[in-house]
């Protein structure tokens, strides 16, 4: 069964660097698209982005001049980095496993989320 | 830049009765990448159909995805009272997904 954690500080203060980590079981992170997607308390989810696992990246234009979406095969992780943070970045954020191929592309693997505030 | 709008925004219906559920595009799209999503508070979303029309492994045959170019559906043939749930569209690769569909109980 494929499963997905992250991790990383629930507390971010305003301009600095959020850094959440999701760790991969079940799965090798060597295949599929490893992605972000978020959640603003009471409101829809927004994609953020995903990496493949050969390092291509693709990012939700809104926000690409701050994000960085990193793979570290050895670990079976992915990391999310999201600078120059303010109020309108607090979330859930869930990572997930992309599915895609020439036919068919979803997320079918999500981890439980953590909420992440940004606040001084 | 591609959109998906929902509708309606929020759905009131009995256990047992029938649920219809559209996501509109802004331009046509691929039905392919055509997916809908299944939100409980304080979950994750969960998968349940992808392709448009394909139901995710375990998802029971209730639930029905239809569509093409720039109207998809989702419908709920009878409602259980787990199904109370916001749903979602997405077409993958794209940045939004719909804003989401909240069936609540009548």
């Known amino acids: 069964q494929v499963q997905l954690q992250e991790s990383g500080p629930g507390l971010v203060k305003p301009l600095e660097t959020l850094s959440l980590t999701c760790t991969v079981s079940?799965?090798?992170?060597?295949?599929?698209?490893w992605s972000w997607i978020r959640q603003p308390p009471g409101r829809g989810l927004e994609w953020v982005g995903y990496i493949y696992y050969s390092g291509s990246t693709d990012y939700n234009p809104s926000l690409k001049s701050r994000v960085t979406i990193s793979v570290d095969t050895s670990k079976n992780q992915f990391s999310l980095r999201l600078s120059s943070v303010t109020a309108a970045d607090t979330a859930i954020y869930y990572c997930?496993?992309?599915?895609?191929?020439?036919?068919?592309?979803?997320?079918?693997?999500w981890g439980q989320g953590t909420l992440v505030t940004v606040s001084s | 830049e591609f959109v998906l709008t929902q509708s309606p925004g929020t759905l009131s219906l009995s256990p047992g009765e029938r649920a219809t559920l559209s996501c509109r595009a802004s331009?046509?799209?691929?039905?392919?990448?055509l997916t809908w999503y299944q939100q409980k508070p304080g979950q994750a979303p969960r998968l349940l159909i992808y392709g448009a029309a394909s139901r995710a492994p375990g998802i029971p045959d209730r639930f029905s995805g239809s569509g093409s170019g720039t109207d998809f559906t989702l419908t709920i043939s009878r409602l259980e009272p787990e199904d109370f749930a916001v749903y979602y569209c997405h077409r993958f690769g794209f940045s939004s997904f719909g804003q989401g569909t909240k069936l609540e109980i009548k």
């Open positions: 331009q046509s799209t691929s039905s392919s990448y």
């Open positions: 079940g799965d090798s992170i060597s295949s599929h698209y």
């Open positions: 997930s496993r992309g599915y895609k191929s020439t036919w068919y592309g979803y997320f079918d693997y």
